[in-house]
């Protein structure tokens, strides 16, 4: 049997429905002959039976039929009123019948060589009414070639139909099989062209799982190219926002090695290659973070609880620095959020530095049971970009690469919490929910 799968998952599809199918058809036509064809004499035996009662009441209409021999037995002599000899009866035949008769109405079948004789005995009074104490029985003998011929013209006509239902419903599988195998063909290929790099359209007109895959193909495929082009503007930005820092430093240290100060003095000079320095720092990191969270957190465990307290205290007295203008307030319980430390620092700090870019006079950081609010009083969010905040690569008026939110929803996801972005009637709030916490509220929402 092992062998037989294998050799199966070695084959195409349309070559494993025709093997799958002659098989069985094979075990149809078995099975037909094991156990339909051993009682198909019964069933002409029966038919036989009531060919002969319509027999024998045609003959005594005065019909006879080719196909019967009729024998008239007096019940009261006890011989037969008929010519034996002529029925062209073998008198074996005859002898048998009357082994069996003893005097009853009856239907009987007996071999005889390699034939089956096949008779009907009916009573009848002197008006050739049947009675059970009739004066004579009529005794219908089936010929031989007839019942053969009736048992071949129904096999063949079973046989034939047969084959008839097994053609059309072999034809309309393979109908069937190849409409699946043409899309999936399509889909193969258009996925090895893709693979090199081409660009081009699935278009396959169907409804069922077949048309959802290629609708995801191409849902994907567009996604890709939109990935794609926002990772080239992300290379060409990191090019350009690298390239103005890297030539002030080196422009800046070439100058004082000349012992030239071009901004001022050397110590204001030395500020200018420091600064720079700093932001080339702060742009390496948010590339290195990300990838970290990217290949390390797939395989991350859940870790202890921790409490978000220091986490958020931490994160505040490192982010401050940026606006010390900015007032940021807090309304912070003690409780604790699954995951490590280092993840959720990172976030934290992520939406706070994101919250300080765009508030005008305060940030706001909520901490309650599983529910964690950022809230700066910046402008709101543009509708187009709210669906494209957590997105990689995309970036707003005043950010830098687009990673820093999406690093958010990576270890938001990885620890089972929600990250969501939304505008309030004076600003913007970012929410980080416990999903399980936030089903919760979901089905007492729906309940309601």
């Not at 029966?46 to 024998?56: D, E, F, P, S, T």
């Not at 034996?84 to 005859?94: K, N, R, T």
Request: aromatic share 10%.
């Amino acid at each position: 049997m092992k062998r037989i799968r294998i050799w199966l998952k070695g084959l195409n599809l349309l070559q494993q429905f025709l093997t799958v199918g002659f098989s069985v058809v094979i075990a149809f036509v078995a099975i037909f002959y094991t156990f339909i064809y051993d009682n198909l004499d019964t069933f002409v035996n029966q038919q036989m039976y009531n060919y002969l009662h319509r027999a024998q009441f045609d003959y005594l209409q005065g019909y006879g039929d080719e196909n019967v021999v009729y024998l008239i037995y007096s019940n009261r002599l006890g011989i037969y009123l008929s010519d034996v000899s002529a029925s062209g009866i073998e008198e074996e035949i005859i002898d048998k019948i009357d082994e069996n008769f003893e005097g009853e109405v009856k239907d009987d079948t007996f071999d005889y060589g390699d034939r089956s004789i096949v008779y009907s005995i009916q009573k009848y009074n002197r008006n050739n009414e049947c009675s059970e104490n009739g004066e004579y029985s009529l005794i219908a003998i089936i010929r031989n070639s007839y019942r053969a011929e009736f048992k071949a013209a129904l096999v063949n006509g079973v046989v034939n139909v047969m084959i008839i239902i097994l053609m059309i419903l072999f034809l309309i599988f393979t109908l069937w099989v190849i409409s699946l195998i043409v899309p999936l063909n399509i889909i193969k290929n258009y996925i090895t062209r893709l693979k090199r790099g081409e660009k081009l359209t699935l278009r396959i007109n169907r409804r069922d799982e077949i048309g959802e895959v290629a609708e995801a193909l191409v849902d994907m495929q567009r996604e890709l190219d939109r990935q794609d082009a926002i990772r080239q503007e992300m290379i060409q930005n990191i090019s350009h926002d690298l390239k103005t820092p890297i030539a002030t430093i080196k422009s800046y240290s070439e100058s004082i090695k000349d012992g030239v100060y071009p901004y001022d003095n050397l110590e204001k000079s030395v500020d200018v290659i420091i600064e720079h320095a700093d932001r080339l720092e702060k742009k390496v990191y948010s590339l290195i973070t990300y990838n970290k969270m990217n290949y390390l957190m797939d395989n991350a465990p859940e870790g202890e609880t921790l409490s978000m307290i220091s986490v958020i205290q931490k994160a505040i007295l490192a982010c401050k620095v940026l606006r010390n203008e900015i007032s940021i307030e807090t309304d912070l319980t003690d409780v604790s959020f699954h995951g490590d430390e280092e993840p959720w620092r990172i976030v934290v700090e992520n939406l706070l530095d994101n919250a300080l870019r765009y508030a005008k006079s305060v940030v706001y950081i909520t901490l309650k049971e599983d529910l964690l609010e950022i809230y700066n009083d910046g402008d709101l969010i543009p509708d187009e970009y709210i669906d494209k905040l957590f997105k990689p690569y995309e970036k707003g008026n005043k950010g830098n690469f687009g990673l820093g939110l999406s690093i958010v929803k990576r270890v938001c996801d990885t620890y089972g919490y929600l990250v969501s972005g939304e505008n309030m009637d004076d600003g913007v709030v970012f929410r980080i929910i416990k999903a399980q916490s936030y089903r919760k509220v979901i089905e007492k929402t729906n309940l309601k």
